[in-house]
């Protein structure tokens, strides 16, 4: 019996033995498996699977996938080179004496007040490089990046520092065209039309914001409307803006904002940074359309100016006047609520021409209805010299009209009220 219970417990152990060394078998066969796959895994997609007995970590940089923004890199490389910051340098007054420690001059110091012909720099902007015709090359960028200034300086995109002359500025379109020397100029950008662009197309603005430090700095954004209506100038015209989210900070102005393919729409110009309750905004700027902008920049290089047409008058908005005065001295019918009010008529001028007078309110010019100052330079931009225009006002509470014969803008002043000449 004891013979019998002694081959059994043999048989029992070897069945143990057996089962430990089969599942030693499939458990090799299993991780010898996992690793051939682990192995092919890597073969066909060229990656490593981190191993914990991998004292590197087991992680790598891979080779990059298709660039799915390689449009807009080949449109950036294709005008980077023609962006370049722009330089203000103004003259600096010295007071007499030096500073002391908390800023104020030391009365023991009897130095000289001033030194007239030192230049600093007053501020900084962008300009794109659009022409190059023989020795010179031309730059178009904001009047308000060069008002102002003594002398002007382009940094371009190698760095390379040089003069620039201004040819012309236009302040009623905010845009202005510098001269530099062309020898190291090797990209010129082109100008698309700006009429083909659609909200929601990709756009990008280059630039130099918040100075030449981040020069060549490119954003991407999207066409957020074709056409905005507001004072681009520094006159307070109204004019026709392209709106953008692409991001545009204080030093973009008179960068390029460019579509997909690397051609110039617009020059950018401002951003929105608040609302009228002061809230922040963000993701609101504007550029003045390419088609504006040639326009502009030819007449700039032919004559150095923009000559428009000027009525010859000083005036206000008529909601600027009080309801007594607009009743007891203006005696418009109530119905009449905008419009600009005639303050002066320059002799011999356009608007003395055609009879208006002082306190005659203007309503219309040609088909365009006038709600104050900046739509009434607005549409007398329209037109050309030379050109004939209807005007309608208010005359003692009468409705009248007649024919302005436009000329070209004189330069008159009024430190009261605003003129509508350049």
Same mark, same amino acid.
């Given at each position: 019996?004891?013979?019998?219970?002694?081959?059994?417990?043999?048989?029992?152990?070897?069945?143990?033995?057996?089962?430990?060394?089969?599942?030693?078998?499939?458990?090799?066969?299993?991780?010898?498996?996992?690793?051939?796959?682990?192995?092919?895994?890597?073969?066909?997609?060229?990656?490593?699977?981190?191993?914990?007995?991998?004292?590197?970590?087991?992680?790598?940089?891979?080779?990059?996938?298709?660039?799915?923004?390689?449009?807009?890199?080949?449109?950036?490389?294709?005008?980077?080179?023609?962006?370049?910051?722009?330089?203000?340098?103004?003259?600096?007054?010295?007071?007499?004496?030096?500073?002391?420690?908390?800023?104020?001059?030391?009365?023991?110091?009897?130095?000289?007040?001033?030194?007239?012909?030192?230049?600093?720099?007053?501020?900084?902007?962008?300009?794109?490089?659009?022409?190059?015709?023989? $020795?010179? #090359?031309?730059?178009?960028? /904001?009047?308000?990046?060069?008002?102002?200034?003594? =002398?002007? +300086? @382009? *940094?371009?995109? &190698?760095?390379?520092?040089?003069?620039?002359?201004?040819?012309?500025?236009?302040?009623?379109?905010?845009?202005?065209?510098?001269?530099?020397?062309?020898?190291?100029?090797?990209?010129?950008?082109?100008?698309?039309?700006?009429?083909?662009?659609?909200?929601?197309?990709?756009?990008?603005?280059?630039?130099?914001?918040?100075?030449?430090?981040?020069?060549?700095?490119?954003?991407?954004?999207?066409?957020?409307?074709?056409?905005?209506?507001?004072?681009?100038?520094?006159?307070?015209?109204?004019?026709?803006?392209?709106?953008? $989210?692409? #991001?545009?900070?204080?030093? /973009?102005?008179?960068?390029?904002?460019?579509?997909? =393919?690397? +051609? @110039? *729409?617009?020059? &950018?110009?401002?951003?929105?940074?608040?609302?009228?309750?002061?809230?922040?905004?963000?993701?609101?700027?504007?550029?003045?359309?390419?088609?504006?902008?040639?326009?502009?920049?030819?007449?700039?290089?032919?004559?150095?100016?923009?000559?428009?047409?000027?009525?010859?008058?000083?005036?206000?908005?008529?909601?600027?006047?009080?309801?007594?005065?607009?009743?007891?001295?203006?005696?418009?019918?109530?119905?009449?609520?905008?419009?600009?009010?005639?303050?002066?008529?320059?002799?011999?001028?356009?608007?003395?021409?055609?009879?208006?007078?002082?306190?005659?309110?203007?309503?219309?010019?040609?088909?365009?209805?006038?709600?104050?100052?900046?739509?009434?330079?607005?549409?007398?931009?329209?037109?050309?010299?030379?050109?004939?225009?209807?005007?309608?006002?208010?005359?003692?509470?009468?409705?009248?009209?007649?024919?302005?014969?436009?000329?070209?803008?004189?330069?008159?002043?009024?430190?009261?009220?605003?003129?509508?000449?350049?």
């Amino acid at each position: 019996m004891n013979k019998m219970f002694k081959n059994l417990r043999g048989r029992l152990w070897l069945g143990v033995i057996l089962v430990g060394l089969l599942a030693g078998l499939i458990g090799s066969g299993i991780g010898l498996g996992i690793n051939n796959m682990v192995q092919n895994h890597e073969e066909v997609t060229g990656t490593r699977v981190p191993s914990s007995s991998n004292k590197n970590g087991g992680t790598k940089v891979n080779k990059n996938k298709a660039d799915l923004n390689g449009e807009a890199s080949q449109a950036y490389k294709s005008v980077q080179g023609a962006v370049v910051s722009v330089i203000n340098k103004q003259k600096v007054q010295q007071s007499s004496g030096t500073l002391g420690i908390f800023g104020y001059g030391s009365s023991s110091d009897n130095s000289s007040s001033a030194d007239s012909n030192k230049l600093e720099t007053a501020s900084e902007g962008s300009g794109v490089i659009y022409k190059k015709d023989g $020795d010179s #090359a031309y730059v178009v960028t /904001n009047n308000h990046v060069v008002k102002g200034s003594n =002398a002007l +300086q @382009v *940094i371009l995109s &190698n760095g390379k520092k040089v003069n620039a002359d201004l040819v012309g500025a236009d302040s009623a379109t905010d845009l202005a065209v510098l001269k530099i020397n062309s020898s190291n100029v090797k990209t010129v950008a082109s100008f698309g039309n700006s009429n083909s662009i659609v909200p929601g197309q990709d756009v990008l603005a280059i630039g130099s914001p918040m100075g030449s430090e981040y020069a060549n700095t490119v954003t991407k954004g999207i066409v957020s409307a074709k056409n905005r209506t507001l004072k681009a100038g520094t006159d307070g015209t109204l004019t026709s803006v392209i709106q953008t $989210d692409a #991001a545009i900070n204080s030093g /973009n102005s008179g960068g390029p904002l460019i579509n997909m =393919a690397g +051609q @110039v *729409i617009g020059i &950018n110009s401002m951003k929105l940074a608040s609302d009228t309750q002061g809230s922040s905004v963000e993701g609101i700027g504007f550029a003045i359309p390419s088609n504006e902008v040639v326009t502009i920049i030819n007449q700039l290089i032919k004559d150095g100016k923009i000559s428009r047409p000027s009525l010859g008058i000083s005036m206000v908005d008529l909601s600027n006047v009080t309801s007594d005065q607009q009743q007891s001295v203006l005696k418009l019918p109530t119905s009449v609520t905008k419009g600009v009010v005639v303050m002066d008529v320059n002799g011999g001028s356009v608007a003395d021409t055609a009879g208006l007078k002082q306190y005659d309110v203007i309503t219309k010019l040609g088909d365009t209805t006038i709600t104050d100052t900046g739509s009434l330079k607005a549409a007398l931009y329209k037109y050309k010299v030379g050109d004939t225009a209807k005007v309608t006002y208010y005359r003692d509470g009468q409705q009248q009209t007649a024919t302005l014969h436009l000329t070209k803008s004189t330069d008159t002043t009024n430190n009261s009220t605003q003129n509508d000449g350049e």
